[in-house]
C-alpha cells in the first residue's frame, strides 16, 4: 500500500486524498507565480525614475537595497507567523498588501517617496514564500519533498520571466509611463491570492483527512520528540549552532547578490542602450533579457535533479559546479554584442546562477530536519537577501562612475566565485 493511503481517515478516500493534494500544491504555486510581479519589475522603471526624478543609479539602487532587506527582515519571523495564523491567511494578505504597497510606490514624487512604500512592500513580499512552504510540508510528505520544492521552485521562477514580459509590455509595447509598472502587473498577484484562499486549506484535517508523514528528512536527524517541544528561540538558537547552515547561508548570500545584480540591472542594460540602431541588433534588445528569467526557471529544477541522481544527494558539488560555471557565462555577457548569441549567454547566465536554490532549499532539511526546516530556510533566505541588498547600490555606484552597465556582469561573475568557495565547506 503507498505512503499515502495508510495517511487518510477512510482507505476508499485515496483518491480524494491525491486529489486534494494536487490541488493544494497547483493553488500555492499559482499564487506565487504571480509574487514576482511586485518585486522584480524595478529594473524596468529605472529608466523612467532617472528620468523624471534625476538620481543617480546608486540612489536606485539603495531603493532596491532597502526593499531586500525589508524582504530579509520578514523571511526571519514570517514562517513563526505562519505557524501561529495559518500560512492560508498569511500568504493571501502577504498578495493584498504588496498589490496596495505597488500601487503606493507608483504615486511616488522622489527619492523618499520610492524607498519607504518600496521598503514595506518587501515585508509584505515576505510573506508569500515561508507561508506557502509551510502548507505543502503540511500536505506532502518527506518522500515526495524533492518533486513539490522542485515544482514550487519552478513557480517561482515562472514569476520571474511573468514579471520580465509584463513589464516590457507595460514600458516597451505600449509604451506606457513607468508608474505603470507598479499598477498594472499586480493586479495579476491579487487574483492570484484571491484564487488561491478559495482553494487552498491549511492542513488535511481541514478536509476531514489525516496529515502525512512529515518526518525528519534522514536518519541523522534528531527524532522528532526531541524537536516538537521547543520554543521558537530554542529553534532558532538550535539552528544558527548549526555550522553548516551558517556556511550555506552566507554562499547562498552571494549567490543571490548574484542573481539579484542581474535580476535588477539586465533591464538597465538592454534597455539603456540604443542597440536598435546598430547593425548587430539581431533581436529588439528588451526581448533578449527574458532569457535571463527563462533560464533561471530550468536551471532551478535541473541543480535539484542532479544533485539527488548525479552527486548522490550531495548538495554542495551541484552548487559548486553551477556556481563555477555560472561565472563563465557571466564574464562572457560582458563582451556580447546583441544578438542570437548574446540570447543564448543571457540564458545560460540564468540557468547556471540561479540553479542552485533548489540544492540550497533541500540542504534546510537534509541539515536540520523537518522539524527545524521552517526556520532553517528563514534564516538562510534572510542572508540572502541581505547580501542581495547590498550589491544593489554597489553596482549601481559602479554604473555611475565608469558609464558602463556591462560593469554588472564581472561583479555578478566575482559572487558566484565566491559562493562556490564557500559551498565547498558544506559537505555533508
Known sequence: MSV?????????????????????????MFCYLFFYTGRQTFGFAIP?????????????????????????????????????????RVMTAGAVLSCLANWVMSFALGFK??????????????????PGSRILSNWWDRSERGKVYGLYVLAASSASVLSYVTSILVVGVFEM???????LPVLLMLIGGMTFYIF??????????????????????????????????ERYKAVLKHPKILIASISIGFMNAARYGLIVWVPVH???????????????????????????????????????????????????????????????????SPGYVMLVTLFAAGFFVYGPASSFWALCPDLVGAKRSGTATGVMNAFAYVFAGFSEPLIGRLIDQSGHTSIIFPVVAGSCIASALIAVFIRR
Do not use: C, H
Not at 532617472?50 to 530579509?72: C, D, P, R, T
Not at 509611463?177 to 499598477?183: G, H, K, N, S, T
Not at 492542513?203 to 512529515?214: A, I, M, N, Q, V
Open 177 to 183: 509611463d513607468w508608474r505603470w509598472i507598479f499598477r
Open 200 to 233: 487552498v486549506r491549511d492542513r488535511p484535517e481541514d478536509l476531514g483527512f489525516k496529515s502525512p508523514d512529515t518526518g525528519m528528512a534522514n536518519d541523522n536527524s534528531e527524532p522528532a520528540s526531541q524537536v516538537d517541544g521547543e520554543t521558537v528561540w
Open 113 to 130: 517617496t520610492l524607498a519607504l512604500p518600496w521598503g514595506i512592500n518587501g515585508y509584505f513580499q515576505a510573506l508569500g514564500w515561508a
Open 270 to 336: 538592454f534597455l539603456g542602450a540604443d542597440w536598435s540602431k546598430s547593425p548587430n541588433s539581431l533581436i529588439d534588445p528588451k526581448w533578449i533579457s527574458i532569457a535571463l528569467p527563462i533560464g533561471m526557471a530550468f536551471g532551478a529544477i535541473s541543480n535539484g535533479w542532479i544533485s539527488d541522481k548525479i552527486f548522490g544527494s550531495n548538495r554542495s558539488k551541484a552548487i559548486v559546479l553551477f556556481m563555477l560555471i555560472g561565472a563563465l557565462t557571466s564574464l562572457g555577457m560582458y563582451t556580447e
Open 48 to 88: 523612467g525614475m532617472q528620468k523624471e526624478f534625476g538620481l543617480s543609479k546608486e540612489a536606485l539602487g539603495w531603493v532596491s537595497a532597502i526593499m531586500l532587506w525589508s524582504y530579509a527582515f520578514g523571511q526571519a519571523i514570517n514562517g513563526s507567523l505562519a505557524d501561529k495564523y495559518g500560512g492560508r
Open 4 to 28: 499515502q493511503s495508510e495517511t487518510i481517515l477512510i482507505p476508499a478516500d485515496v483518491n480524494s486524498f491525491r486529489k486534494a493534494q494536487w490541488r493544494v500544491l497547483f493553488a500555492v
